[in-house]
């Protein structure tokens, strides 16, 4: 029996996973201890991954077919690789570099994204190169650009043990997420005092175990934000000497914010002012890690729920120490590595447009 390690499919986390495979047939899969992201655990999902990679039903060999009304037909590695390189370049020849593109995914290696962007920006010469984050990311992707200059999250799992408020937004993460979710128990019952906050207009598994539920109405996350740098700034809470020296625009967002009170985003919430008022004040005190998904970004304004809820870190400091970070979660292990080495039409290697 050989075991080749590798990383879970299924989500963001991007688990370790131990394959196990007797004669070329994977036979289990257990999680990998030494993997910094799951340290061996795995959910339903993951420990179920030897299911889902049977033979049965899975294309084992190249096939070919020249019109797509005769069946496909099995042909060589080579024969299928000529086929791909000589349909490209015949396309390329006719109607130029930018009629051919590559959408690719966010399950292949930082390494394979590298590799795809050569060959299209740097040989073929297309910028036609896109992942899921243009799908499921765009929003987050946006929002750190706008708000932090790159997309790049300045947070990681590790700041999970060190934060003293946890702040979920538009995140099932106990159900999306459930391997990290264990993990925010953990530090939970290490650190008693860590406060959970969820933001989410449903009672989940997530805000079930929230010492503060946001229930608020759909699409009023802006809301909700601003409402709580209102608190922040009328309470002095705000960190007045990273504002001033890391910042820009304070005073813009300051005038934006100055009427969004508490007692008048309430009811445009559907949540009390005193729970707006306990958000900002925990939020404020930290060290604060922000977890946000799909409820944030698969939204019509979801590059300004991002950026609302980034300038709240920005407003208070909560940011760049152990524990305080806005950290977005993703639906697949290597979105952001594929960013990382410009896996992104409107983007070059180490974050460059």
Not at 263 to 283: H, L, T, Y
């Amino acid at each position: 029996m050989s075991v080749v390690s590798s990383v879970c499919c299924y989500c963001g986390t991007g688990c370790g996973v131990l394959i196990e495979a007797d004669a070329g047939v994977i036979t289990g899969v257990r999680g990998d201890p030494a993997h910094p992201a799951n340290y061996g655990k795995l959910c339903t999902k993951g420990a179920t991954l030897h299911l889902s990679a049977q033979a049965a039903g899975r294309a084992l060999v190249p096939e070919l077919r020249t019109d797509r009304a005769v069946p496909r037909q099995q042909v060589s590695w080579d024969a299928a690789l000529d086929h791909a390189a000589d349909s490209f370049a015949a396309i390329i020849r006719e109607h130029g570099p930018d009629a051919v593109g590559f959408y690719i995914s966010g399950q292949l290696t930082t390494e394979d994204y590298y590799v795809f962007n050569k060959l299209a920006k740097g040989l073929i010469g297309t910028n036609n190169v896109d992942t899921n984050s243009r799908l499921c990311m765009s929003s987050a992707v946006a929002g750190y650009k706008a708000t932090l200059g790159a997309d790049s999250p300045p947070g990681c799992y590790e700041d999970i043990d060190h934060a003293g408020v946890i702040f979920i937004a538009g995140s099932n993460t106990a159900y999306a997420h459930p391997i990290l979710f264990r993990r925010i128990e953990a530090a939970r019952k290490k650190n008693p005092g860590l406060k959970l906050i969820v933001v989410d207009p449903r009672r989940t598994d997530t805000a079930a175990e929230a010492d503060l539920h946001l229930s608020i109405l759909p699409g009023t996350d802006v809301a909700l934000f601003h409402a709580m740098l209102n608190v922040m700034l009328w309470e002095e809470l705000i960190a007045r000497d990273y504002i001033a020296a890391h910042t820009e625009g304070w005073e813009a967002l300051r005038a934006t914010v100055r009427e969004y009170t508490p007692e008048k985003m309430a009811p445009v919430c559907g949540v009390s002012a005193a729970d707006i008022v306990q958000a900002a004040r925990w939020f404020a005190a930290g060290p604060t890690l922000s977890l946000y998904c799909q409820g944030l970004n698969q939204s019509t304004c979801g590059v300004d729920k991002n950026a609302a809820l980034i300038n709240l870190h920005l407003a208070s400091g909560q940011i760049g120490k152990p524990g305080a970070a806005p950290l977005s979660l993703t639906g697949q292990p290597n979105a952001m590595g594929g960013r990382e080495v410009g896996g992104m039409a409107h983007l070059l290697s180490a974050h460059r447009d």
